[in-house]
DNA sequence: CTTTGTGCAAACGATTTGCAGGATG
DNA sequence: CATCCTGCAAATCGTTTGCACAAAG
């Protein structure tokens, strides 16, 4: 665990980012969850045992690490976003009128490159949206 | 124009959908232009010259052209809505920095076909969202 | 005439902001 | 020790809701 931890703090320091404690809980705790657990969501799982993090610093920690790429931000609901570490990359489904939101695998759809893009930006990643109708609707 | 009109009146109702002065509005104005406005955008242009529709109407109408399937919501940005009528379908890039919006064109990526997608859910459309820098981060 | 939509204003909820300490590099 | 972060509470902003009236089929 300490190990993890001297990662995660280099990982920190290599962006320029200021390691604070707050900082380094929302991200561990992003590391540690393969689901896009919202803003709130973080901050209740930080605090659970302990307080540690006030709700503004977990706002301003996502968007200090979603600003260099750290991590990601996930918009699939309206109004609502939504973060993960980059771990396991994978698209999404959405019900257009239920509005469920669906994992698809990664590997569902043959990969395709970025190529064709126009000169200057610098694509990092991709995901594919598929919106349509689930079983209930 | 009568029959532009005509058309719009007969896909509402073959979408069993109530045909209200506003709700007509709402639908004709999306399908007049190519971006993809927020609420209030178009309930701004609606009431330019004169008054047409109330806030409440705009958004209500929207939720019911989406859950039938005329209107595509847009979550490219934190917190904000966009619709648009599926006119010209394309991708979007969003600077993970800045977080500028830019449409892609969709022939930018070779189409591929939705099978593989577990059986259940019925796709309907589909779009490439790539996160990267733009030329300015 | 039953059902659904409209308009208004108030309510809501996720996120942001201002500011005074406090911690980081 | 200059800079940036934290915490608190209040503010903001897009969207939703409750309710009385009006309109659509």
Not at 78 to 106: L, M, Q, T
Request: net charge neutral; glycine share 4%.
């Amino acid at each position: 665990m300490k190990k993890e931890a001297n990662i995660i703090v280099n990982t920190l320091k290599a962006k320029k980012l200021r390691v604070t404690p707050q900082r380094f809980a929302v991200y561990a705790n992003l590391l540690s969850r393969t689901d896009h657990p919202t803003a709130e969501q973080i901050l209740t799982d930080l605090n659970k045992n302990a307080p540690t993090s006030s709700q503004a610093t977990v706002y301003s920690a996502l968007q200090a690490l979603r600003q260099v790429g750290l991590v990601r931000e996930v918009l699939l609901e309206p109004g609502i976003s939504r973060y993960d570490a980059n771990i396991d990359p994978h698209h999404h489904f959405r019900c257009r009128c239920c509005g469920v939101i669906e994992d698809i695998p990664w590997d569902t759809f043959e990969s395709f490159n970025l190529q064709g893009l126009r000169p200057g930006i610098t694509p990092e990643r991709y995901e594919v949206i598929v919106e349509g109708v689930c079983d209930r609707c």
